[in-house]
């Protein structure tokens, strides 16, 4: 069935490194891919998608490209903060018959220190 | 303000004794979904609603009921809860099935003893 693998955590970064957290995916067909984000005590909240093979999705300087070669939609983020501490979760939306619900991976922790 | 509500936030019970998480959303969107999150297995969708009377089965339904009689409002209820069932849970809402962005709710932390 269809699935997505994400990197374990937890990650532990200091301000201003680079970030990359990997996420490959597993469906049939052109599923559309997400990350969102979860801070300490809320929700999750949507943090990019994308659409298509090749579509890059951007939002808060953090990046993702849909990859249909190697089914991933790796997330990226040039220089951290201490307010991007949160979890991350990568999930795909399947193209059919997938009456609207995400495929979550497990979700990765950050942690950034100052 | 746009939201999805869920509550209670907090929930400590008892095995077999009957609960109600109340979902509420003041968006008009038409599609809603419960789900739980249990560490080191990310988010699994429980129940969905496309509408109105309209509602199916998730990937982890056994246990959980839902009715959907009022566009705004989709409330989880466990009619006989056991501990396993002690978790985190969110509902979520979108415009539509085929909307991209699902709205999440704060989340409601139950544990089951």
């Known amino acids: 069935g269809d699935s997505v693998t994400q990197m374990e955590g937890p990650v532990t970064l200091s301000e201003e490194a680079f970030l990359t957290i990997n996420c490959t995916y597993t469906?049939?067909?052109?599923?559309?891919l997400f990350w969102y984000v979860q801070y300490p005590g809320e929700g999750l909240q949507l943090l990019l998608k994308a659409t298509k093979a090749d579509d890059k999705g951007s939002n808060k300087g953090f990046e993702a490209t849909y990859r249909k070669e190697t089914t991933s939609f790796h997330l990226e983020k040039g220089s951290v903060q201490v307010s991007d501490s949160a979890v991350y979760f990568c999930?795909?939306?399947?193209?059919?018959?997938?009456?609207?619900?995400?495929?979550f991976g497990k979700g990765t922790k950050l942690s950034v220190k100052p | 303000e746009a939201q999805v509500t869920q509550n209670p936030r907090y929930l400590i019970t008892v095995t077999g004794k009957k609960l109600t998480v109340t979902c509420s959303q003041n968006?008009?969107?038409?599609?809603m979904s419960w789900y739980r999150q249990d560490p080191g297995l990310g988010l699994r969708q429980i129940y969905y609603s496309m509408n109105v009377e309209a509602t199916d089965k998730g990937d982890v339904p056994e246990g959980y009921k839902v009715s959907r009689k009022e566009k705004r409002n989709f409330p989880l209820i466990l009619e006989s809860p056991s501990p396993n069932q002690t978790s985190l849970y969110f509902c979520?809402?979108?415009?539509?099935?085929?909307?991209?962005?699902?709205?999440f709710g704060p989340g409601t932390r139950l544990t089951v003893t």
């Open positions: 999930a795909l939306r399947r193209e059919w018959g997938s009456q609207g619900n995400l495929i």
């Open positions: 979520a809402s979108n415009p539509t099935v085929s909307s991209y962005e699902q709205y």
């Open positions: 469906a049939t067909g052109y599923p559309s």
């Open positions: 968006m008009n969107h038409e599609y």
